[in-house]
């Protein structure tokens, strides 16, 4: 539910962005999430302004390469836990967070703030002083390398 309205939330946030100003901030360093056998994930701390809007979100920006001279997949389920939720896990049983990913030799994949491209690249963390109070505790993932 929450992936839903929150990649409807970034489609207004891309559909909008063309005439409004936005700015996106690395925070701190990137997080290696997973390395083996040439493909890595990282995760980058980032936070997300839209100026007009005055809106600031916090957002786990993810980029996956393959260094590797041959394509390489891999099924990656995202388990999310946030404040809210009592330390549940929000999507473990939901098959709406598992995706697969084929990259092709030396490819990255990565999201951005603005969610036109590879949104499920982008992890929501927090919304500053918004409409939306929780924020993300823990993110696991698990992944499964196909190829």
Do not use: W
Not at 71 to 99: H, W
């Amino acid at each position: 539910m929450l992936r839903i309205a929150f990649f409807g939330f970034l489609a207004s946030i891309s559909l909008t962005s063309l005439g409004q100003k936005m700015t996106s901030t690395a925070v701190g360093s990137p997080e290696v999430l997973y390395s083996e056998n040439g493909v890595s994930i990282t995760s980058q701390l980032t936070t997300c302004t839209n100026e007009e809007r005055h809106e600031t979100m916090t957002f786990k920006i993810l980029s996956i390469t393959n260094s590797n001279g041959v394509a390489a997949s891999l099924k990656v389920r995202e388990d999310m836990y946030y404040d809210l939720d009592g330390g549940n896990c929000r999507t473990c049983d939901n098959p709406e967070y598992t995706f697969t990913f084929n990259l092709e030799a030396g490819e990255t994949k990565a999201g951005n703030c603005y969610g036109d491209s590879n949104p499920a690249l982008a992890v929501f963390v927090s919304m500053k002083d918004g409409y939306i109070k929780e924020v993300l505790t823990d993110l696991k993932m698990n992944i499964v390398r196909l190829n």
